[in-house]
């Protein structure tokens, strides 16, 4: 059982920044995909930024130039550094771990069904 612990979720305006914390309980990068995942409501949750075992990271097109994943594993914790941010990026942060999705060229830590622990979110909502 891996507890996740989301914060740095609040309000700010268009093209602002915000940086996410995700505390882990245990040391999570080698055992892992960690990833970050958002969620409004009527819509499905979908990933946004992940993190491999292998410190590879991949993003959604839409957050792509504008928000970096890093993690500290001194520290045990995942980061979402979000810049430039739009009305649309508005919605409920999670952090998740999780399995690895294989695919032909690749992996990705983005699919929603492969994560096996959540944190309970936190939410940023965007002024224009």
């Known amino acids: 059982q891996v507890d996740l612990v989301e914060s740095g979720g609040g309000s700010v305006q268009s093209g602002g920044s915000l940086r996410l914390s995700c505390a882990a309980s245990e040391f999570t990068s080698s055992s892992y995909c960690m990833a970050w995942f958002r969620e409004v409501p009527g819509k499905e949750r979908e990933g946004v930024a992940g993190i491999g075992r292998d410190g590879r990271t991949m993003y959604a097109d839409s957050v792509k130039g504008r928000f970096t994943i890093s993690q500290d594993n001194v520290k045990n914790t995942l980061y979402l550094q979000m810049n430039s941010l739009k009305p649309e990026d508005a919605a409920m942060y999670y952090c998740?771990?999780?399995?690895?999705?294989?695919?032909?060229?690749?992996?990705?830590?983005?699919?929603?069904?492969?994560?096996?622990?959540w944190g309970k979110g936190t939410l940023v909502t965007i002024s224009s």
């Open positions: 998740a771990a999780g399995r690895t999705t294989y695919a032909p060229g690749g992996y990705t830590c983005l699919p929603v069904h492969a994560m096996d622990y």
